[in-house]
């Protein structure tokens, strides 16, 4: 998805991604120009690297989906994947 992104709408200084989350991108909001994130897949790639679910929660909330890093910060949605 990265790489699409990437072909369509410019390079990497242009689009801001949030490094180590490729696998959890589920698009891009052109309007707004700025990768849109699961954050149900974030999650489940921090427990993959070693984290228990609650603790990548945790990390994430804190460290990720609530920081803002300019005008092209991610959009982080819940996918509700869990809820089917």
Known sequence: M????LEHYGDTE???FAG???????G?????WKVVYSRNE???IMVKEG???EEAIEY???????AYVGEKTPI?????DWAL
């Open 2 to 5: 990265k790489k699409l992104i």
């Open 14 to 16: 242009e689009v801001l």
């Open 20 to 26: 180590g989350f490729d696998d959890a991108i589920i």
């Open 28 to 32: 891009f909001e052109p309007n707004l």
């Open 42 to 44: 974030c999650i489940k």
């Open 51 to 53: 984290m228990d679910e």
């Open 60 to 66: 994430l909330e804190f460290n990720t989906f609530s």
């Open 76 to 80: 982080w949605v819940e996918t509700f």
